[in-house]
């Protein structure tokens, strides 16, 4: 069975501040795909980030940046200088090709609010 | 390039009335997914396609709830007949293939009275 938790049900900072979302995961299987998406208050969902179980590499994408660590199982995401505009629902999922192919599991994700 | 296309943006409607959602996906994909976000039980798959075929319906709730595909282009979601519980934001996304990040569409906001 598949299953990503996101601990953090809400996170309030102040703009500027330093913030990191927390995504621990569970899969029996070897390859797998691990994914972040946004959904601001507009409501879209818009992604953001895709990682293999094979590449471990941290990614940095601006003031954007994702952890994987298959030794705890966590896709961690972390906003630097945070912003205003970063307040958003953040989603970490999952995705095993084997079995069901192709379908995700959506962490309950994380509500980060960011006041000036 | 076109991103996912839902429609209607909002749908108003009383219960018992049915209801058509209808999504076109990015051309070239080949798996379609329906999911419904509420408050209380956040964001739950209804179903997938992958190449017009549906593979995993188990997230459909009930029987009042179907879901047809019938070419690459174009997915409808029906509830017949609609009940206030259905009151939801329900997305379309759809990927390029296995492994693929999802692209969803705008959604469409379900208010059943």
């Known amino acids: 069975a598949q299953k990503v938790t996101q601990a953090q049900t809400e996170i309030s900072v102040v703009e500027k501040e330093d913030v990191t979302l927390d995504c621990v995961y569970e899969?029996?299987?070897?390859?797998?795909?691990l994914f972040w998406y946004k959904q601001p208050p507009s409501g879209e969902l818009v992604f953001l980030i895709r990682?293999?179980?094979?590449?471990?590499q941290n990614e940095i994408s601006g003031r954007y940046s994702w952890n994987f660590q298959k030794s705890t199982s966590s896709f961690n995401f972390t906003i630097t200088a945070s912003q205003v505009v970063d307040s958003a629902v953040y989603f970490c999922?999952?995705?095993?090709?084997?079995?069901?192919?192709?379908?995700?599991?959506f962490g309950d994700g994380t509500t980060l609010t960011v006041k000036p | 390039d076109a991103g996912v296309i839902q429609s209607p943006r909002h749908e108003v409607t009383e219960m018992g009335q049915e209801v058509t959602l209808r999504c076109k996906p990015i051309?070239?994909?080949?798996?379609l997914f329906w999911y419904r976000q509420t408050m209380m039980r956040g964001l739950e798959l209804l179903i997938y396609?992958?190449?017009?075929?549906?593979?995993?319906d188990s997230g459909m709730p009930e029987d009042r709830f179907s879901a047809k595909m019938p070419n690459a282009s174009f997915s409808t979601l029906k509830i017949q007949p609609s009940e206030p519980r259905d009151s939801a934001v329900y997305f379309c996304?759809?990927?390029?293939?296995?492994?693929?990040?999802?692209?969803f569409g705008d959604g469409t906001r379900l208010s059943i009275l």
């Open positions: 396609f992958n190449n017009n075929v549906p593979i995993d």
């Open positions: 899969t029996r299987d070897t390859t797998y795909y």
């Open positions: 990682r293999n179980s094979f590449d471990e």
């Open positions: 996304a759809s990927s390029l293939a296995r492994g693929q990040p999802q692209h």
């Open positions: 051309s070239g994909h080949n798996s």
């Open positions: 999922a999952l995705l095993s090709p084997s079995g069901n192919a192709g379908k995700s599991t």
